[in-house]
């Protein structure tokens, strides 16, 4: 079934049935999560309302691992089984997971300045994610310097496999090193460290953003089947183009 | 509302809408360029020789 549904005609086919019901559940979502964590959700006894930037910056911080961790699962099905939906699946994923990034450091660097006192401290968590971004950057850039799109979906895989060995250390770093910014307190072995009341706004943001990221991820996919079929028919165009000339 | 550091949540809530945002209208416009560009050769009479090859 997977490998019916992996075909790029069915999937362009399912995807875009799909879509409208993800984009009007992604709506739905973010309005719920936006009312409960701009209006609903208490103020934090250390934090102030400053609390607020949290509902937005963990989700982009999950969601900067998750679509690396995709990209790097793209990556096997593009070296291992050279599957085609997988490299157009990591080529979609690579701006996403780029933008969520940038998200985070921009959303932690201003709840940083007024609870630490300034905007950057070269911790291992935020560094980590900083090379993270720069992982996201010179994949995005290889793919730009190749033109062929085999050889550089090819070298795109090898580059995202080596760099996935920063999704652990970002993840891990708040354990690992003494860091400024503060350890895990959603997925813990002994559960949630935060009070319901902030709890809730938080993970309704998180599906709500994972919604997002996965109905752009899915309409990005769809766009780069149809580049690729641009590039088959701009290429069978110069053909006859040039055999008509021979002729 | 936001208290003394409101304008900190508020910059941070722009700059998601404004890096979302940006990402959703560069998805749409790249979508609707690929989709103007088959068109256009398949205008043209380009058709593949069969498959559905990505």
Redesign the interface.
């Known amino acids: 079934m997977w490998t019916k549904l992996a075909?790029?005609?069915?999937f362009l086919r399912w995807s875009g049935a799909a879509l409208p019901w993800l984009v009007a559940l992604t709506l739905g979502l973010l309005a719920v999560g936006l009312y409960k964590s701009?209006l609903l959700a208490p103020?934090d006894y250390q934090q102030?309302?400053?609390v607020?930037?949290m509902f937005?910056?963990v989700p982009?911080a999950w969601l900067a691992l998750f679509f690396y961790s995709t990209m790097a699962a793209s990556a096997i099905g593009t070296l291992v089984w050279r599957h085609?939906?997988a490299?157009?699946s990591q080529r979609a994923a690579a701006?996403?997971g780029a933008?969520f990034t940038?998200?985070c450091l921009?959303?932690g660097a201003?709840?940083g300045?007024?609870m630490w006192g300034t905007y950057w401290v070269w911790d291992a968590r935020l560094t980590s994610v900083l090379v993270l971004f720069l992982m996201y950057c010179g994949v995005l850039a290889l793919w730009r310097t190749i033109e062929d799109p085999s050889r550089a979906a090819r070298a795109v895989s090898i580059l995202t496999l080596v760099g996935f060995v920063n999704v652990p250390i970002v993840k891990f770093s708040v354990d690992w090193w003494n860091t400024l910014h503060q350890p895990a307190s959603v997925f813990r072995l002994d559960g949630p460290t935060i009070h319901p009341s902030m709890l809730h706004p938080l993970l309704v943001m998180a599906v709500a953003f994972t919604l997002?990221a996965v109905t752009?991820h899915l309409?990005?996919m769809?766009?780069?089947?149809?580049?690729?079929?641009?590039r088959?028919?701009?290429i069978?165009?110069a053909e006859?183009l040039d055999r008509r000339a021979a002729a | 509302m936001l208290g003394p550091h409101g304008a900190f949540i508020l910059a941070s809530y722009a700059a998601m809408a404004l890096i979302v945002g940006g990402l959703i209208v560069a998805s749409i416009l790249d979508h609707r360029a690929q989709l103007r560009a088959l068109a256009d050769l398949e205008g043209r009479g380009v058709r593949r020789r069969g498959g559905d090859e990505a």
Request: hydrophobic share 45%; no cysteine; net charge positive.
């Open positions: 075909n790029p005609s069915v701009l103020a102030g309302e400053t607020r930037i937005i910056h982009a085609p939906l490299d157009v701006p996403i933008a940038l998200a921009v959303t201003l709840w300045k007024p997002l752009l309409q990005r769809r766009t780069e089947i149809l580049r690729r079929r641009v088959t028919l701009t069978l165009e006859r």
